[in-house]
T-cell receptor, first 112, second 113 residues
Framework: KQEVTQIPAALSVPEGENLVLNCSFTDSAIYNLQWFRQDPGKGLTSLLLIQSSQREQTSGRLNASLDKSSGRSTLYIAASQPGDSATYLCAVPNSGNTPLVFGKGTRLSVIA | ETGVTQTPRHLVMGMTNKKSLKCEQHLGHNAMYWYKQSAKKPLELMFVYSLEERVENNSVPSRFSPECPNSSHLFLHLHTLQPEDSALYLC????????????FGEGSRLTVL
C-alpha cells in the first residue's frame, strides 16, 4: 500500500527566502505525482503535475522535481512571499487501480 | 475557479437528519471522487466513480451513500451521522480515472451535532 510522507510538517521563513518542501513515497511504480496548495478551510488547488517520465516541472516561482527510483519529490519555491502561506500537499497514485494517496502536508508560513 | 463546484459550503446537521452534498464539474471529465479531510489526518478517499459507475468504495460506513446520475454530477447522501463524521468533504474530478490530474472543489464543511 502506498504511503506518502512530507517533511517538514510545518515551516516558517522570512519573506524573500528560497525554500524546499520534501515528499517521499514508498511505491515507486507511479504514473505521476501532483503537488497541491490548500488555504485554510478551502479546497485544493493543483500546482504542478509531473509525469513518471519527467524529472521536473516549473510554473513561475515553483519548481517540482521527481526521482522515482528513490521515491522522492521536492517542491522548490523561489523568493517566497506572504501570499505563499498555505499548506502544500503531495499526492501519488497507488499502484494498481487506486487513485491519489496524499501526504499530511507541509504548513508554510512566510513572514513579511 | 477550478471548474468543480460544491454545495453547500457549510452544513450543520443533527444525528437524526438526512442531508445531501452536491458536486458539479464543468470540465468534461470522466471520473469523480469524494474525499474526507479531518483535522490532522491525510485526505481519505471515500468513493470513486468512473463513467457514472462506482469503481471504488473505500470501506466507508453505509450512513454515507454516493450517487452519480451523470458524468457531471455527484452527490453524497448523509443520514444518521455521528459527531466524528464532522469534517471537510471534498469533491474532485479527473479526465481519466486514477492517472489524470485531479481538480478539487472548495469543499463542504460538515458539522454533526
Amino acid at each position: 500500500k502506498q504511503e506518502v510522507t512530507q517533511i517538514p510538517a510545518a515551516l516558517s521563513v522570512p519573506e524573500g527566502e528560497n525554500l524546499v518542501l520534501n515528499c517521499s513515497f514508498t511505491d515507486s511504480a507511479i504514473y505521476n505525482l501532483q503537488w497541491f496548495r490548500q488555504d485554510p478551510g478551502k479546497g485544493l488547488t493543483s500546482l504542478l503535475l509531473i509525469q513518471s517520465s519527467q524529472r521536473e516541472q516549473t510554473s513561475g516561482r515553483l519548481n517540482a522535481s521527481l526521482d522515482k527510483s528513490s521515491g522522492r519529490s521536492t517542491l522548490y519555491i523561489a523568493a517566497s512571499q506572504p501570499g505563499d502561506s498555505a499548506t502544500y500537499l503531495c499526492a501519488v497514485p497507488n499502484s494498481g487501480n487506486t487513485p491519489l494517496v496524499f501526504g499530511k502536508g507541509t504548513r508554510l508560513s512566510v513572514i513579511a | 475557479e477550478t471548474g468543480v463546484t460544491q454545495t453547500p459550503r457549510h452544513l450543520v446537521m443533527g444525528m437524526t437528519n438526512k442531508k445531501s452534498l452536491k458536486c458539479e464539474q464543468h470540465l468534461g471529465h470522466n471520473a469523480m471522487y469524494w474525499y474526507k479531510q479531518s483535522a490532522k489526518k491525510p485526505l481519505e478517499l471515500m468513493f470513486v466513480y468512473s463513467l457514472e459507475e462506482r469503481v471504488e468504495n473505500n470501506s466507508v460506513p453505509s450512513r454515507f451513500s454516493p450517487e452519480c446520475p451523470n458524468s457531471s454530477h455527484l452527490f453524497l447522501h448523509l443520514h444518521t451521522l455521528q459527531p466524528e463524521d464532522s469534517a471537510l468533504y471534498l469533491c474532485a474530478s479527473s479526465l481519466r480515472r486514477d492517472t489524470g490530474e485531479l481538480f478539487f472543489g472548495e469543499g463542504s464543511r460538515l458539522t454533526v451535532l
